[in-house]
């Protein structure tokens, strides 16, 4: 069974920082690609960062500077560490991986900055 299970998430202030845990279970890891996505109320679920199976790292302009995405093939597991956190990133956070025809998802965690 597959599982994507993100963790980190919480309630942070204004330019604060978290860093967000996606831990994978059932796939050969190494072989995904990943991606951080969010959605906030009333908006699409947009990507944040991905990182290809090489770490080939890609970041939507919103985040660049801010946010770094990595992931540690011996753990299993791909990270989003958010610094300098704004009230607009606020969301909850999904992680996806995919390869070839397959994709998963985890359940997503709740993001929240206070101003």
């Known amino acids: 069974q597959v599982q994507l299970v993100e963790s980190g998430g919480g309630l942070v202030q204004a330019g604060g920082s978290l860093k967000l845990s996606c831990a994978a279970s059932?796939?050969?890891?190494?072989?995904?690609?990943f991606g951080w996505y969010r959605q906030a109320p009333g908006n699409e679920r947009e990507l944040v960062a991905d990182i290809s199976r090489l770490g080939v790292t890609n970041y939507a302009d919103a985040v660049k500077g801010r946010f770094a995405i990595s992931r540690d093939n011996a753990k299993n597991t791909a990270y989003l560490q958010m610094n300098s956190l704004k009230p607009e990133d606020a969301a909850v956070y999904y992680c996806?991986?995919?390869?070839?025809?397959?994709?998963?998802w985890g359940q997503g965690v709740q993001v929240t900055v206070s101003s």
């Open positions: 059932g796939i050969s890891f190494s072989f995904y690609n």
């Open positions: 996806g991986g995919w390869y070839r025809e397959s994709r998963y």
